[in-house]
């Protein structure tokens, strides 16, 4: 059973295998570029000075430029690879989990199978585990090379690495083990390839737009003052203005209590003035961030979360397998 899946299969799993060693070579090789950019232009020892501010380093000093100019250059060549790196998984779903079945129900060569003493179900555990098995493994190596890789960007970024969430950690293993859980069902309930691959698509951008909606709520945002957030953090507000009594106060009414102060104090009237100003006004100026070490929670809460997904999907395909086929 074991050979017939992979006779079956080993062309999607050389074109699978291929793409990730393109891959990894690439993330290898711009890795230690950006590496040896990060020591050599001075933002390694600048990323551990940041200041009291999200991305504001301590004044007078040259950090702020140097770390702002190594973060703009590898700013395209991240985005892209974080944005071909986040539709793996989705391709997983469409070009091998949903043909996995789907085609063998179009082809009549599940018929053949299951007339050669093999049950229905030892049929699709043993295609199912070897897909998962290689699923799991790839996605693991893969994201912990793109940990590494994103490590500079990590520490010289006001966000750390919550910009990268999608690609880094757990989260994206729980993506593929999801993709290929949901085109397998996809298949077994359709029987046709198209519309499996179609529902597969629409139905993991849907999960993974939703998710991300609900992810800043996984656990209630920490609310502090906009200046003493740490490097690191997750910012999930815009900036806005309080009163002593914790009310909100809007922008125009503080630029209002600002132009007083100006008319009436323009010699000291500078941005450090106007805040230790506003303070004694009782005015604050807060954010609602999820801070640094919640990063790693948040990975294990979305995993999860698609992990059960996935265990319940497959836990529907048996079913339907069962029942239906």
């Not at 690609?167 to 859980?181: C, D, K, N, Q, T």
């Amino acid at each position: 059973m074991i050979w017939v899946t992979w006779a079956q299969h080993r062309r999607e799993a050389l074109v699978s295998g291929l793409i990730l060693t393109v891959a990894a070579a690439l993330l290898v090789l711009t890795g230690l570029i950006m590496l040896a950019d990060f020591q050599s232009s001075g933002a390694a020892s600048c990323a551990p000075a940041g200041g009291r501010a999200v991305g504001v380093f301590a004044a007078g000093t040259s950090c702020e430029p140097v770390v702002g100019a190594f973060f703009n250059r590898w700013l395209s060549l991240t985005q892209t690879a974080l944005l071909a790196l986040m539709t793996l998984p989705v391709l997983l779903g469409v070009f091998i989990a949903a043909p996995l079945l789907s085609r063998e129900f179009e082809q009549r060569t599940h018929l053949f199978a299951w007339s050669q003493s093999i049950t229905k179900l030892r049929w699709v555990l043993v295609k199912l585990g070897l897909f998962a098995a290689v699923v799991l493994v790839s996605a693991a190596a893969l994201t912990v090379l793109v940990i590494w890789w994103h490590s500079p960007l990590d520490r010289a970024f006001y966000g750390g690495p919550w910009a990268a969430f999608d690609v880094e950690g757990l989260a994206p293993i729980g993506y593929a083990v999801f993709a290929l859980s949901l085109g397998t069902l996809a298949g077994l309930v359709f029987r046709r390839t198209i519309p499996a691959m179609a529902l597969t698509l629409f139905v993991f951008v849907g999960a993974r737009i939703l998710i991300a909606q609900v992810r800043p709520h996984f656990m209630t945002a920490v609310t502090g003052s906009a200046l003493d957030v740490k490097q690191g953090s997750w910012l999930v507000s815009a900036n806005y203005y309080t009163d002593a009594q914790g009310h909100h106060v809007s922008f125009e009414q503080v630029n209002q209590m600002v132009s007083v102060y100006a008319s009436t104090a323009p010699k000291t009237f500078n941005g450090s003035a106007v805040m230790d100003y506003l303070h004694q006004q009782g005015i604050s100026l807060l954010t609602d961030y999820q801070p640094p070490d919640r990063f790693w929670t948040f990975q294990l809460i979305e995993a999860a979360l698609f992990f059960g997904l996935a265990i319940s999907l497959i836990a529907a395909s048996l079913w339907w397998l069962q029942r239906r086929a």
